[in-house]
Each structure stands twice: as C-alpha cells, then as structure tokens.
C-alpha cells in the first residue's frame, strides 16, 4: 500500500485542503439562476425549464406541501443560520452536457483539472459524470457498459427516457420523513441514476463528482444506484467547492437498491470547502442475500449532518457502515449511520473513526432497530475517537432498539489521543513532529481506507495528511 | 569514528533534579554498560540523550563527535546517526510497527516516509533471527507487545538503523535466557559492524554475554563506580545495598 501509495502521489492533487486547492471561487457564466422564497410558481418554472413528465412535476408540488407542513427539526444545529429565501435555489450554468473536457467552459474545467479527474477517470473509473451547481456539466460512460445493459444517467435524462425504472425507487426508498428531506423533493436538481441488470458485476466503480461554484447557494442532487439480482457495482461521490465569499447549503439524496444477492457499495469522498453547511439524506435497501456497503469520508465542510443508512429487508441480508469524520477547526460533524433489521439472519457491522481537533467536534448518532421475527439478527458497532486536544471533543450517540429475542446487538467505542508519549517515541525514530501525526492519524483511519479502491484511498490520505500534519502542538 | 560524549550533565524533570552531574564517553565499536538500582536516573539520561523535551538540560551538555546536540530535535538526533531505545512499551496502536520500519529506514536514507523500502524484507530475517512473531509486524507500535517482545522489537530497529552509537535502556528486561542470548547476539554483531553501544541494566546474566569494555554504576543521579567487567562481578555478589555501603556512596 505505501509503497503505490508514493507512486501516484505525483499525479494526484499537491495542494491543500478543497478551498485552497480551488482558490476563492470565480465568476461562471449562469444560463438560468432562480432565487428567493420556495414558492409553487418556483417549483413549476424548475419543472418546466428541465422539461419533466407530468409525474415528477406532481412529485415535486406534493413535496413542497409537505415541505411546508413539516416542523423544522430542533436538534440540528446551525440551522438557523441558513435562510431559505435568499439563496438561488436553481443554478444552471451556461453549458450543455459534455462529453469530452474541452467542451467545458474554461472557469469549469479548470475546478476539474485542479482536482484531478481527468487523470482520474482515465485511470480508475467506467463512468464518470461531474455535477457544477444544479446540472450534470460533463458525464462519459464506458460503451462496454452500456451494451449489458447498465445505465448511468443525468438524473433529468433518465427520468425521461426510463420513467417506469426511475418511478420504482424515487423518494421510495428515502421518503419526505423530514423537512430537509421533503424540500430536496421539491428542489432536486441533478444526480445520477445507476442500474445494473441482474447478474452483471461492474469491477471498477462509477463516479459522479459534485461541486458547489458559487456562494449563496443550494444544490439538490438526487442520485440513485440500483444493482438488480446478483449484480454488482461500486458508485463514488466526491464533493468539493472553492472558497465562497458566504455560504452555500448542500441538501442531497443517495438512494440505493440492493435486490436478491446483490453487491452495492457507495463511497464518499466528501471534502467541501468549509463554507458550506452540508446534509445528507442517503439510504439503501437490501433484499435476501444482498450485501450494501456505504463509506463515509466526511473531512470538509462547515457542518455536515450524515447518516448512512441501510434497511436489511430480506432474509440474510446485509450491511457495513464505514464512517472517517474530519472535525478539524470549530466545526460541528455528524456522521452516523442507521440499520433496520427487518428479516431473519440479517447482519450489520457499523464501523465509526473521528478525529476531533483545534475545537472540533465529531458526533456519532446511531440507530439499530431490529424487528420483532428479525431472528439471528447481528449487529456490532464500534466507535473509535481520536481527540487531539482539549478544545475539541467527540460525541456519541447509539441508540437501539431490539424487539427480537435472539438478536446479539454489541457495541465498543475507544478515545485516544496523540500524546507526548508516542509523538517522542516516533520523533526518536527519526520522523519530525508533523509526520508523527500524519503517521498516527492515517494509522487510524487506515483499516477503513484500505477497503477503498486504490487511488481513492491516496486522495482520502492525502487530504487527512494535510489536515492534520500543520496542526499546532498537541497534548 | 564516532563519539558521544556526556559532559557534567545536569537534568530536571517537571523542576525537579535528577542527573547532577554525569559524564562518560561511548565511541565507535565499543560496548559500555550502566547498572544501578530502580530510580538513579538511567532512563533519565538516555531519554535526554535522545532529546525528549521533557528532560531540561540544566548544566552541561551532550556532544556527538564534538558537536553539541543541545539544540537537537529528537529525529535531527536520530538523522545523525544516535539510536535511543525505550525502556518500557509505548504503545501506538494506530501505527502499524511495519510501517514504522519502513518509515524509519527512509527517513535513514533520506526518502520521503511513504516510499517503498527494500530493506523491510531484512526486517523480517532479523526478527527471526531474534525470536519476534512476524505478526507483530501487522500489530500497531507497542500495541499488546508482551515486555519481550518490545524489547526485541526496539533491538530489531536499532539494528536496521545501523547507527553510529545505539543506547538501550534495558534491552534484558522480561526476556529469558534465550531471548536474552539472542538479543546479545545481535548487540555484537551490531558493536562489530562499527556501532557503539550503550545499554542500561539490571542484570549480571547479559554483561557475561556481551563483555563490555566499560562499567559505570549510577545512584542517585550521579556515576559512583567505574570500571571494567569486575564491577558485574560486584554488583551481582554484594547487591547495591551493599556495595554501596562499602564504597561509603549511601
């Protein structure tokens, strides 16, 4: 691992955090912007300007009247400091879907280089679609793929083109059971839809980045992935933005759906400039036999609210949760995760790592339910915390609740620190203080990343490295 | 040649004073012993030779080839060519001791800390030759090491530094007679190749092993006997207590 580890190192990312590496953001030219308060009127022009079937406009009314409905969550915080009505809740920029780099307005492509897709999707990727602000700006996908079947789309071009696929799970599997969630229904914009036909395993995975170019503003992706029966498939979101003169809010959807003995696994890399107030609303099914994985690189942004989670519907079926939370600076992190044991046999492991420093603090809120005839149900989850200093802190939350007998629901959580102690011993090893900590914090994250594919692992590597190698003396 | 030297060292710790006054001189190639009871400031010299700043230098100063290492940070110490073992286990369970190896040898031969490093394979000779399990090497730094098998893992990366002077604080502790043997083995092999070694103890059994050419006993912060291997014949016949009474010390 190291050793491939050094080898790529050239050719990925050199720079920063997301806001440094991207610089201040830049003007884009923006084709369609509309702002202000959430109105029917809003909704519809959305509808009308993406030239929707009549079903998802429906969608989208019924999820504003719930949305209105909906009492605003109390237990979030930073919440109020988001204001609905004066962010461009739909921001078009001036270009037609790409099929190639250099047909990217400059500005765009540019964000791009600098974070190194190019390389990225000729090294490691099938398909790969890039979202700027509200639409799906470039998207390439491997003939090869397409001709068994698999479709990877804009989410706006498969709602038209598969309306019966789309129907099946939009908002079905994650229904408007909160009023971030109802509002996304109203809003979404963008996203991915993935299917994999029964039987057809995809070895390298699919990528849809997504980036926030402008202040003031919400981006509303909907992606979905579905792997038929026995299929197989590995989608990864990355997220990042340049530094924005106030704020923007992030407010997306991953649903996914693993049927009979399929193989699901949803990775992110979520590394937003820390001027955006990130939520998240992601779940996934699995059917009998079928296996969902979900990684949660949760290292950018300002707040950030995600909760992975997995429903084991059928008998067998099951799930692991991998979490990396980044608190590093007054931020407030949560990166849970939820399971529901629903059918006989079903496993889950919940596999947590925080690291907390320079007054962060990193939550971990968990649920497992297990259903009463859920029989044999396991579940483990285990919570590790790596706290720098005295001004940051970790917070764990796991709540269960087991109605089924023969259920076995465990849990471990660990705190440790980088003390003088180690930080000496490294240093009489011959590695500088600053590589000391790089070594004990990726240490630390190391059996999560290593399950990722290789050069996702060096740019989730990286990033830590230069979060947490300048980090000012610890104690 | 290589030199260090401990000029009239004076060391506190948290403000208080532990080393008043020590010096002694360890080149290259030769063995040099320290023995004295719990609590004499053993460790407190090696882990202020090895820069840990929690060890002020009050008076005196410590020198490798002449040159001062007082304004040393512990790996500008290390990249000098000084190996400090530790006495008891620390434990890193989030690094893995392989990467430690490998991170260790490249910051030895100037390479950037993840680089691939082809000496790890002579890792794993070495740990056979010293009776380390090769799972270890998957464990993290220390991470429920038994007391012998941290004692073989710090001999183990002193021998793949190859450094110009290794000190190890009580290489023999929690280790039997084989892995004690061992260990000695391994010490001359390193004296042999060029090192010059200090090493703290408190036992006669692994002095018989490595004859060192020089035998200081510290009490108290300060060296009150110096000699040759006849001091181990002492120590292990009267006890401290009781040489220290003879020679009038305590």
């Given at each position: 691992?190291?050793?491939?580890?050094?080898?790529?190192?050239?050719?990925?990312?050199?720079?920063?955090?997301?806001?440094?590496?991207?610089?201040?953001?830049?003007?884009?030219?923006?084709?369609?912007?509309?702002?202000?308060?959430?109105?029917?009127?809003?909704?519809?022009?959305?509808?009308?300007?993406?030239?929707?079937?009549?079903?998802?406009?429906?969608?989208?009314?019924?999820?504003?009247?719930?949305?209105?409905?909906?009492?605003?969550?109390?237990?979030?915080?930073?919440?109020?400091?988001?204001?609905?009505?004066?962010?461009?809740?739909?921001?078009?920029?001036?270009?037609?879907?790409?099929?190639?780099?250099?047909?990217?307005?400059?500005?765009?492509?540019?964000?791009?280089?600098?974070?190194?897709?190019?390389?990225?999707?000729?090294?490691?990727?099938?398909?790969?679609?890039?979202?700027?602000?509200?639409?799906?700006?470039?998207?390439?996908?491997?003939?090869?793929l397409e001709e068994k079947g698999v479709v990877m789309?804009?989410?706006?071009?498969?709602?038209?083109?598969y309306?019966?696929l789309?129907?099946?799970?939009?908002?079905?599997?994650?229904?408007?059971?909160?009023?971030?969630?109802?509002?996304?229904?109203?809003?979404?914009?963008?996203?991915?839809?993935i299917y994999v036909p029964p039987g057809v395993r995809i070895?390298?995975?699919?990528?849809?980045?997504?980036?926030?170019?402008?202040?003031?503003?919400?981006?509303?992706?909907?992606?979905?992935v579905v792997a038929d029966k026995g299929a197989q498939v590995?989608?990864?979101?990355?997220?990042?933005?340049?530094?924005?003169?106030?704020?923007?809010?992030?407010?997306?959807?991953?649903?996914?759906y693993?049927h009979?003995?399929a193989?699901?696994?949803?990775?992110?890399?979520?590394?937003?400039?820390?001027?955006?107030?990130?939520?998240?609303?992601?779940?996934?099914?699995?059917?009998?036999?079928?296996?969902?994985?979900?990684?949660?690189?949760?290292?950018?942004?300002?707040?950030?609210?995600?909760?992975?989670?997995?429903?084991?519907?059928?008998?067998?079926?099951?799930?692991?949760?991998?979490?990396?939370?980044?608190?590093?600076?007054?931020?407030?992190?949560?990166?849970?995760?939820?399971?529901?044991?629903?059918?006989?046999?079903?496993?889950?492991?919940?596999?947590?790592?925080?690291?907390?420093?320079?007054?962060?603090?990193?939550?971990?809120?968990?649920?497992?339910?297990?259903?009463?005839?859920?029989?044999?149900?396991?579940?483990?989850?285990?919570?590790?915390?790596?706290?720098?200093?005295?001004?940051?802190?970790?917070?764990?939350?796991?709540?269960?609740?087991?109605?089924?007998?023969?259920?076995?629901?465990?849990?471990?959580?660990?705190?440790?620190?980088?003390?003088?102690?180690?930080?000496?011993?490294?240093?009489?090893?011959?590695?500088?203080?600053?590589?000391?900590?790089?070594?004990?914090?990726?240490?630390?994250?190391?059996?999560?990343?290593?399950?990722?594919?290789?050069?996702?692992?060096?740019?989730?590597?990286?990033?830590?490295?230069?979060?947490?190698?300048?980090?000012?003396?610890?104690? | 040649?290589?030199?260090?030297?401990?000029?009239?060292?004076?060391?506190?710790?948290?403000?208080?004073?532990?080393?008043?006054?020590?010096?002694?001189?360890?080149?290259?190639?030769?063995?040099?012993?320290?023995?004295?009871?719990?609590?004499?400031?053993?460790?407190?010299?090696?882990?202020?030779?090895?820069?840990?700043?929690?060890?002020?230098?009050?008076?005196?100063?410590?020198?490798?080839?002449?040159?001062?290492?007082?304004?040393?940070?512990?790996?500008?110490?290390?990249?000098?060519?000084?190996?400090?073992?530790?006495?008891?286990?620390?434990?890193?369970?989030?690094?893995?001791?392989?990467?430690?190896?490998?991170?260790?040898?490249?910051?030895?031969?100037?390479?950037?800390?993840?680089?691939?490093?082809?000496?790890?394979?002579?890792?794993?000779?070495?740990?056979?030759?010293?009776?380390?399990?090769?799972?270890?090497?998957?464990?993290?730094?220390?991470?429920?090491?038994?007391?012998?098998?941290?004692?073989?893992?710090?001999?183990?990366?002193?021998?793949?530094?190859?450094?110009?002077?290794?000190?190890?604080?009580?290489?023999?502790?929690?280790?039997?007679?084989?892995?004690?043997?061992?260990?000695?083995?391994?010490?001359?092999?390193?004296?042999?190749?060029?090192?010059?070694?200090?090493?703290?103890?408190?036992?006669?059994?692994?002095?018989?092993?490595?004859?060192?050419?020089?035998?200081?006993?510290?009490?108290?912060?300060?060296?009150?006997?110096?000699?040759?291997?006849?001091?181990?014949?002492?120590?292990?016949?009267?006890?401290?207590?009781?040489?220290?009474?003879?020679?009038?010390?305590?």
């Amino acid at each position: 691992m190291e050793k491939e580890l050094a080898d790529v190192r050239g050719m990925i990312i050199e720079s920063e955090r997301a806001s440094e590496l991207l610089g201040a953001a830049k003007p884009v030219p923006y084709a369609v912007e509309l702002k202000g308060r959430i109105t029917r009127d809003m909704i519809e022009e959305i509808s009308k300007l993406k030239g929707e079937p009549d079903w998802m406009r429906r969608l989208r009314l019924r999820m504003l009247e719930l949305f209105e409905k909906l009492p605003m969550p109390k237990w979030v915080r930073g919440v109020g400091e988001i204001d609905l009505e004066t962010l461009v809740h739909y921001a078009k920029p001036q270009t037609q879907t790409a099929r190639s780099w250099d047909e990217l307005p400059k500005e765009i492509r540019e964000y791009y280089e600098k974070l190194g897709l190019p390389e990225m999707e000729a090294k490691a990727l099938l398909g790969l679609a890039t979202q700027f602000d509200s639409e799906i700006v470039y998207f390439n996908f491997k003939r090869k793929l397409e001709e068994k079947g698999v479709v990877m789309l804009p989410m706006e071009e498969a709602v038209k083109k598969y309306p019966d696929l789309v129907k099946q799970y939009f908002m079905r599997v994650f229904p408007a059971e909160h009023k971030f969630a109802a509002l996304h229904g109203a809003l979404w914009s963008g996203g991915t839809f993935i299917y994999v036909p029964p039987g057809v395993r995809i070895e390298q995975p699919l990528e849809t980045f997504f980036l926030i170019g402008g202040s003031m503003e919400s981006q509303m992706e909907h992606s979905i992935v579905v792997a038929d029966k026995g299929a197989q498939v590995h989608w990864i979101e990355g997220c990042s933005a340049p530094r924005l003169l106030k704020y923007s809010f992030h407010n997306g959807m991953v649903e996914g759906y693993a049927h009979e003995g399929a193989d699901l696994k949803i990775t992110t890399v979520q590394n937003w400039s820390r001027d955006i107030i990130n939520f998240n609303n992601k779940r996934a099914v699995a059917e009998a036999r079928a296996h969902v994985q979900w990684v949660e690189g949760s290292i950018g942004s300002k707040t950030t609210y995600t909760f992975p989670s997995t429903i084991l519907k059928g008998e067998g079926a099951s799930t692991e949760i991998y979490g990396i939370t980044a608190a590093n600076g007054g931020l407030w992190k949560e990166n849970g995760a939820k399971v529901w044991h629903l059918a006989p046999d079903t496993k889950s492991r919940i596999v947590n790592k925080s690291i907390s420093a320079n007054g962060g603090t990193s939550v971990y809120r968990g649920m497992v339910y297990v259903a009463k005839g859920a029989k044999y149900a396991r579940s483990h989850v285990q919570c590790d915390a790596l706290v720098l200093d005295g001004d940051s802190a970790n917070i764990t939350i796991p709540h269960d609740q087991v109605f089924e007998e023969t259920a076995v629901v465990t849990h471990e959580a660990t705190a440790s620190r980088i003390s003088e102690e180690k930080l000496m011993y490294l240093r009489a090893r011959g590695l500088t203080e600053d590589e000391a900590k790089a070594s004990v914090v990726l240490g630390f994250v190391s059996d999560i990343v290593k399950d990722l594919p290789f050069e996702y692992a060096v740019v989730l590597q990286r990033v830590l490295e230069l979060e947490f190698s300048k980090l000012g003396r610890v104690g | 040649m290589a030199v260090l030297e401990v000029r009239n060292l004076h060391v506190a710790v948290d403000g208080k004073r532990i080393l008043k006054g020590v010096s002694l001189t360890v080149k290259s190639g030769e063995i040099v012993a320290l023995m004295g009871p719990n609590g004499s400031g053993k460790s407190t010299l090696f882990q202020t030779i090895a820069g840990n700043p929690r060890y002020q230098v009050v008076e005196g100063d410590v020198l490798l080839d002449g040159a001062s290492l007082k304004d040393a940070a512990p790996e500008e110490r290390f990249a000098k060519g000084l190996f400090v073992g530790f006495q008891s286990p620390v434990a890193i369970p989030e690094v893995r001791f392989a990467f430690l190896i490998q991170a260790m040898l490249n910051k030895r031969s100037g390479k950037k800390l993840g680089d691939a490093n082809p000496k790890i394979a002579e890792a794993f000779k070495i740990a056979g030759e010293l009776g380390l399990k090769q799972d270890v090497f998957n464990r993290g730094v220390g991470a429920g090491f038994s007391g012998g098998e941290f004692k073989r893992a710090e001999v183990l990366l002193a021998l793949l530094a190859k450094p110009s002077i290794a000190i190890l604080d009580e290489p023999d502790s929690g280790l039997d007679i084989d892995g004690m043997a061992a260990i000695s083995k391994a010490l001359l092999r390193l004296a042999e190749g060029g090192a010059g070694i200090l090493l703290s103890t408190h036992y006669a059994r692994i002095l018989k092993f490595l004859e060192p050419s020089k035998v200081y006993v510290m009490y108290d912060g300060r060296l009150v006997l110096e000699g040759g291997p006849e001091i181990v014949k002492k120590v292990e016949e009267a006890g401290y207590e009781r040489l220290f009474k003879e020679a009038g010390i305590a």
